[in-house]
């Protein structure tokens, strides 16, 4: 097969519409898979596909070259019509060598397309991969539609004129693969193009090779006769509106600000970088025009403790972390308990224990976030569903912070932080106001009094005269907040702080349920889970199948309705990435036997895994 593209005519190639494609990008960690797949993704969403994806870093940071844990991938789901997942399995793998292969191979669909850089299959990088043959040679691949091209040489071919060292032309391989892809699914280049000159404008060569690298790898899927259709996905029907591709970092960052603004108040943010929640932090330091306050502390603890004295200062206090961070911050969030002190705690959580996973999802710190401090220590916990659900739930934290002077959890993960989605901006008439309302009377100011409704003590601001108070750890006497070690006041004050909570309740709107109010299986779930069960029960439910689904935001206090749902139905599934957390505070809470469906591998649930879960409870009720 020639590779020379210069003078090749152009071939004949058929169309084949798709309604959607689910593609994953592997390659080293120095490959450029993230920026490959963002840069499609991008380019989806300006065509206006509905899409969803999932990076997926190396734990490794300096994972040997060509080694199995130093593969990075970015898999993406664009469709035309509404996707809730990035897809349970690729149907196309562009694998940028051997480790890349073998690490991904076993989540290609069957007779999916792999699309594989030959340059990279040296016996070395075999070895360093695990292969005692070439795959490429040995029929191992036989189930599926490959496609061999020497992408290094062809893209050092192409960068030959530009003047760039070997290591720059190595780095623009990315792009030559890019290319090829924008052909092979009919996606323009304008796009990304036009981020290489907007990223590179200070290095024109490097702009210019880049550029080079990605025309000549769309060229030559339109000149070679290895591809013989390349493939459509029209646009996607989507509510009206106006549309980015958002993270669920960026969406909580961007929520913040919002509830900041919404507030009247100013956000503040400590934080000590951590994966994958460091994100957020940088997303928050570009906001200065908003009046955000970004804070690195020297650790964890700072970070909390400063957001802690923001709050005690008027302002948004918020602080940012994932499993690990939470454990060091916890002294200090029982502080802000103690004091009635109105703290946001992002809650980005990863695989643990300890280290874990720094770099893959789960939703391990349901427990810890509602009962990891000493004593009785209530707070509220909310957690957002989608990347986009993000931003709603960010300004619903603070909602709750400021509304009932209590610090707040909010849980997302690794999926929801990294992952992307068309995200609709709202008008501002569609956003709750936030009533924030200081004491001011000196008269009539008691540190510790109770509004009748929230049980929230009131909020002053240091400095205001007459309104002198104090705050701290040791118990306080209700009213006054003088010190106090008397057994009735610290009974009195824990079941208060404990009703404060309860109370939130109240105020949240009635839970829904997708499908039947009542029936044989009721699946319920929290945080980013909620794409693959929506998306479980909608393919049974078309299948007549007796099955609906609550999906939780508010998990401290739960939904006041939700014990009454549970009793409607026969069974109650669970899906958790966790060993049963959820459904460990249902049993308890409602009596109701709630079975848990747990997956701890790094990796969000797949569709046809919850679907087969519910296939089998439900011929267990036959």
């Given at each position: 097969?020639?590779?020379?593209?210069?003078?090749?005519?152009?071939?004949?190639?058929?169309?084949?519409?798709?309604?959607?494609?689910?593609?994953?990008?592997?390659?080293?960690?120095?490959?450029?898979?993230?920026?490959?797949?963002?840069?499609?993704?991008?380019?989806?969403?300006?065509?206006?596909?509905?899409?969803?994806?999932?990076?997926?870093?190396?734990?490794?940071?300096?994972?040997?070259?060509?080694?199995?844990?130093?593969?990075?991938?970015?898999?993406?789901?664009?469709?035309?019509?509404?996707?809730?997942?990035?897809?349970?399995?690729?149907?196309?793998?562009?694998?940028?060598?051997?480790?890349?292969?073998?690490?991904?191979l076993s989540d290609l669909v069957d007779g999916g397309m792999i699309i594989v850089n030959t340059d990279a299959f040296t016996p070395n990088n075999l070895r360093k991969a695990s292969y005692d043959t070439n795959p490429l040679e040995d029929g191992s691949l036989a189930g599926y539609r490959?496609?061999?091209?020497?992408?290094?040489?062809?893209?050092?071919?192409?960068?030959?004129?530009?003047?760039?060292?070997?290591?720059?032309?190595?780095?623009?391989?990315?792009?030559?693969?890019?290319?090829?892809?924008?052909?092979?699914?009919?996606?323009?280049?304008?796009?990304?193009?036009?981020?290489?000159?907007?990223?590179?404008?200070?290095?024109?060569?490097?702009?210019?090779?880049?550029?080079?690298?990605?025309?000549?790898?769309?060229?030559?899927?339109?000149?070679?006769?290895?591809?013989?259709?390349?493939?459509?996905?029209?646009?996607?029907?989507?509510?009206?509106?106006?549309?980015?591709?958002?993270?669920?970092?960026?969406?909580?960052?961007?929520?913040?600000?919002?509830?900041?603004?919404?507030?009247?108040?100013?956000?503040?943010?400590?934080?000590?970088?951590?994966?994958?929640?460091?994100?957020?932090?940088?997303?928050?330091?570009?906001?200065?025009?908003?009046?955000?306050?970004?804070?690195?502390?020297?650790?964890?603890?700072?970070?909390?403790?400063?957001?802690?004295?923001?709050?005690?200062?008027?302002?948004?206090?918020?602080?940012?972390?994932?499993?690990?961070?939470?454990?060091?911050?916890?002294?200090?969030?029982?502080?802000?308990?103690?004091?009635?002190?109105?703290?946001?705690?992002?809650?980005?959580?990863?695989?643990?224990?300890?280290?874990?996973?720094?770099?893959?999802?789960?939703?391990?710190?349901?427990?810890?976030?509602?009962?990891?401090?000493?004593?009785?220590?209530?707070?509220?916990?909310?957690?957002?569903?989608?990347?986009?659900?993000?931003?709603?739930?960010?300004?619903?934290?603070?909602?709750?912070?400021?509304?009932?002077?209590?610090?707040?959890?909010?849980?997302?993960?690794?999926?929801?932080?990294?992952?992307?989605?068309?995200?609709?901006?709202?008008?501002?008439?569609?956003?709750?106001?936030?009533?924030?309302?200081?004491?001011?009377?000196?008269?009539?100011?008691?540190?510790?009094?109770?509004?009748?409704?929230?049980?929230?003590?009131?909020?002053?601001?240091?400095?205001?005269?007459?309104?002198?108070?104090?705050?701290?750890?040791?118990?306080?006497?209700?009213?006054?907040?003088?010190?106090?070690?008397?057994?009735?006041?610290?009974?009195?004050?824990?079941?208060?702080?404990?009703?404060?909570?309860?109370?939130?309740?109240?105020?949240?709107?009635?839970?829904?349920?997708?499908?039947?109010?009542?029936?044989?299986?009721?699946?319920?779930?929290?945080?980013?889970?909620?794409?693959?069960?929506?998306?479980?029960?909608?393919?049974?439910?078309?299948?007549?199948?007796?099955?609906?689904?609550?999906?939780?935001?508010?998990?401290?206090?739960?939904?006041?309705?939700?014990?009454?749902?549970?009793?409607?139905?026969?069974?109650?599934?669970?899906?958790?990435?966790?060993?049963?957390?959820?459904?460990?505070?249902?049993?308890?809470?409602?009596?109701?036997?709630?079975?848990?469906?747990?997956?701890?591998?790094?990796?969000?649930?797949?569709?046809?895994?919850?679907?087969?879960?519910?296939?089998?409870?439900?011929?267990?009720?036959?």
């Amino acid at each position: 097969m020639s590779t020379d593209t210069s003078t090749a005519p152009p071939v004949d190639h058929a169309i084949q519409e798709l309604d959607t494609v689910t593609i994953r990008f592997a390659g080293d960690s120095g490959d450029g898979m993230q920026l490959t797949g963002t840069q499609f993704t991008n380019t989806s969403a300006v065509l206006g596909n509905d899409i969803s994806t999932l990076p997926d870093f190396p734990a490794e940071i300096r994972a040997p070259a060509g080694s199995l844990p130093g593969v990075s991938g970015f898999q993406l789901n664009f469709s035309s019509r509404d996707v809730r997942t990035p897809g349970d399995e690729p149907d196309v793998l562009v694998a940028m060598n051997p480790a890349a292969l073998k690490v991904n191979l076993s989540d290609l669909v069957d007779g999916g397309m792999i699309i594989v850089n030959t340059d990279a299959f040296t016996p070395n990088n075999l070895r360093k991969a695990s292969y005692d043959t070439n795959p490429l040679e040995d029929g191992s691949l036989a189930g599926y539609r490959v496609f061999q091209v020497p992408v290094t040489s062809l893209t050092g071919r192409a960068l030959d004129e530009h003047g760039l060292g070997k290591k720059q032309v190595d780095r623009s391989k990315n792009f030559f693969a890019l290319g090829l892809m924008y052909w092979l699914f009919d996606r323009p280049l304008d796009q990304t193009l036009g981020w290489i000159h907007e990223k590179f404008g200070k290095t024109p060569e490097v702009a210019q090779g880049n550029e080079a690298a990605l025309r000549a790898g769309y060229n030559y899927g339109d000149t070679v006769e290895l591809f013989h259709t390349h493939y459509r996905v029209r646009k996607a029907e989507l509510a009206p509106g106006k549309y980015r591709k958002i993270t669920g970092n960026e969406a909580t960052a961007i929520g913040f600000v919002a509830a900041a603004e919404l507030a009247g108040r100013p956000l503040f943010y400590g934080s000590y970088p951590i994966t994958p929640a460091s994100e957020i932090l940088h997303e928050l330091s570009r906001h200065k025009n908003f009046g955000v306050k970004s804070f690195q502390a020297e650790d964890e603890i700072a970070a909390v403790c400063a957001a802690i004295g923001a709050s005690f200062t008027g302002h948004i206090g918020l602080t940012g972390t994932s499993g690990p961070g939470v454990a060091l911050k916890s002294e200090a969030i029982g502080l802000a308990v103690a004091t009635e002190l109105p703290l946001i705690i992002v809650n980005v959580q990863r695989g643990g224990p300890s280290t874990g996973l720094p770099t893959k999802t789960e939703q391990a710190d349901l427990l810890q976030s509602v009962f990891g401090r000493n004593g009785e220590c209530p707070v509220a916990v909310v957690a957002p569903a989608t990347p986009g659900e993000c931003f709603t739930m960010a300004i619903e934290a603070v909602r709750i912070a400021v509304n009932y002077m209590t610090p707040v959890f909010y849980l997302s993960d690794g999926y929801l932080a990294n992952g992307a989605e068309p995200w609709r901006l709202p008008e501002l008439s569609e956003l709750p106001p936030i009533s924030v309302t200081f004491a001011t009377d000196a008269e009539k100011y008691r540190p510790f009094g109770r509004n009748p409704e929230t049980l929230a003590r009131p909020w002053a601001i240091p400095g205001t005269p007459g309104l002198e108070h104090r705050i701290g750890g040791i118990e306080k006497q209700d009213i006054s907040g003088n010190v106090s070690y008397d057994p009735a006041n610290h009974e009195h004050m824990v079941r208060l702080r404990a009703e404060k909570i309860e109370r939130i309740a109240n105020g949240l709107p009635p839970t829904e349920i997708f499908g039947d109010p009542a029936g044989k299986v009721l699946v319920v779930g929290w945080g980013s889970t909620y794409g693959s069960i929506t998306s479980a029960v909608e393919r049974l439910r078309s299948q007549g199948k007796s099955v609906s689904s609550v999906h939780l935001r508010h998990l401290s206090p739960l939904p006041g309705d939700l014990g009454e749902i549970l009793s409607r139905f026969e069974r109650v599934l669970v899906p958790e990435m966790n060993l049963g957390q959820l459904a460990l505070l249902i049993r308890a809470r409602y009596l109701a036997d709630a079975v848990p469906f747990s997956k701890v591998q790094g990796r969000p649930f797949k569709i046809s895994e919850i679907v087969g879960r519910v296939d089998q409870m439900l011929e267990g009720l036959q």
